[in-house]
């Protein structure tokens, strides 16, 4: 069945880096743009970044540009997403989710497909 | 950036009941070169990732219960379940993916009375 698993999440010191990996299976990965968003403790949703089907657009929030980048690896069927410079208001479940439009030059719809998530803790 | 703004923030609703959250959009999410409406709509229960209910504003994704309906164009949108089940009880949440970044309104938490 169509699954995303998530991983790499950790307890991390302010200034610190984490990588999250996001595993699919189920589906054709490389067909598919796909999203990071998370979820501060008791906070609503919060979109993080966006990467198109094939790596070659990406998006940002502002609150991470600079610091978070996405990437992916289709012959690995993995999304990732490094994280540097960690502050405390990164402190969130994150989830990947897959976009719902397959093979879409524009991307960045709505997202059909969730994992359960990882959570990154940062704190000293 | 596009804001959402749901409302309530909460609400309770008794069983059979009819439910019904909005959300506003700041500027129109409404494309004009497809005529779509660039919003969805989603669930989450305790401890669960989100789950997707509607997009393009109306249309119900494959599985869901057909008491869960969507409607509005512009900049106002409804979400609306007609006769409210104990396993409805979550936060929902309405998005735009007009433009980005993709902005969340801040989620109705929906609870039996």
């Known amino acids: 069945q169509v699954q995303l698993v998530e991983s790499g999440g950790g307890v991390v010191q302010p200034g610190g880096s984490l990588r999250l990996s996001c595993a699919a299976s189920?589906?054709?990965?490389?067909?598919?743009?796909m999203h990071w968003v998370r979820q501060a403790p008791g906070r609503g949703l919060e979109w993080v970044a966006f990467?198109?089907?094939?790596?070659?657009?990406?998006y940002y929030a502002d609150s991470v540009k600079g610091r978070f980048t996405i990437s992916r690896d289709n012959s690995k069927n993995t999304l990732y997403l490094q994280m540097n410079s960690l502050r405390g208001e990164d402190t969130a479940v994150y989830y990947c989710a897959r976009d719902g439009m397959a093979d879409s030059r524009r991307g960045n719809y709505y997202m059909d497909v969730w994992g359960k998530g990882t959570t990154v803790t940062v704190s000293s | 950036d596009i804001v959402m703004t749901q409302s309530p923030d909460s609400l309770a609703v008794s069983l059979g009941e009819r439910a019904t959250i909005n959300c506003k959009s700041s500027q129109s999410v409404l494309y004009s070169s497809d005529n779509n409406n660039y919003l969805a709509w989603y669930q989450q229960k305790p401890g669960q990732p989100p789950k997707l209910l509607i997009y393009w504003a109306s249309t119900r994704e494959s599985g869901v219960p057909d008491r869960f309906s969507g409607s509005g164009s512009g900049t106002d949108f409804t979400l609306t379940i007609s006769s409210l089940q104990a396993e409805d009880v979550a936060v929902y949440y309405c998005?735009?993916?007009?433009?980005?970044?993709?902005?969340f309104g801040q989620g109705t938490r929906l609870e039996i009375k």
């Open positions: 990467i198109r089907y094939d790596g070659s657009n990406k």
């Open positions: 998005q735009q993916y007009y433009s980005t970044p993709i902005t």
């Open positions: 189920g589906f054709t990965f490389s067909s598919f743009g």
